[in-house]
């Protein structure tokens, strides 16, 4: 139970933060919305691990524990684990420019 209602604190605030990335987008705030779309993105993938019972790493760069431990339940198969894991490293990269103000 506990599990559930910890991954559930993640999604919501998951939910929160990307609707702040949407708000952003909207105002041409591209350093934001990278900021917040990992952000949320990030606490979605550890929304699922806490619902699993998962450890996940305390760091933005979750591609490999998302391969490695949620090829272990199945819920998803190699072409959408590489993509969530992907996208996952990709907005993790982008993130620290965009503290600067830009990604370019």
Known sequence: ???????????????????ES???LERGHWHRVARKSQE???LAIKGLFKYLGL???KSHILGKVIKKELAKHRLF???ELNKFAFI????????????YGSLN
Do not use: G, H, Q, W
Not at 1 to 19: H, P, R
Not at 88 to 99: C, M, V, W
């Open 1 to 19: 139970m506990n599990n559930i209602v910890n991954s559930m604190s993640f999604l919501s605030d998951a939910e929160i933060i990307l609707e």
């Open 22 to 24: 949407r708000f952003s």
């Open 40 to 42: 949320a993105t990030e």
């Open 55 to 57: 450890d996940y790493p």
């Open 77 to 79: 198969d190699k072409e």
């Open 88 to 99: 996952s490293d990709s907005l993790a990269f982008d993130r620290e420019p965009s503290f």
